[in-house]
């Protein structure tokens, strides 16, 4: 099982981002939370097979039309066994 935290910068607010987010995690049974940062950019942490984390970053681009991703940084963490599914955190400012 692997946990990355991924920051998203780019035209990711407003635009359903997050939404498409979480529909593309569940689709790959993949868990975390996806939520907008006070700077505009978007935050992610995705757990689970490290396979369906890559489809995830490569699908993720295609699915929505209109956001744009000009930069993403990645951070591995720690697994979190004790998370069950993928959620929406509220948090900063922006599009809620």
């Known amino acids: 099982m692997k946990r990355v935290k991924i920051l998203y910068e780019g035209r990711v607010q407003g635009v359903g981002f997050r939404y498409t987010c979480m529909a593309l995690a569940q689709e790959l049974g993949l868990t975390g939370y996806v939520k907008n940062l006070e700077d505009g950019d978007v935050e992610l942490v995705l757990q689970g097979d490290e396979a369906a984390i890559n489809r995830f970053r490569m ?3 295609a699915e929505n039309r209109w956001m744009r991703i000009d930069h993403e940084t990645e951070t591995e963490l720690r ?8 959620r929406y955190e509220f948090g900063g400012y922006g599009y809620y």
Do not use: M, N, Q
């Open 59 to 61: 699908r993720l681009p």
């Open 79 to 86: 697994a979190d066994p004790s998370e069950k599914k993928f």
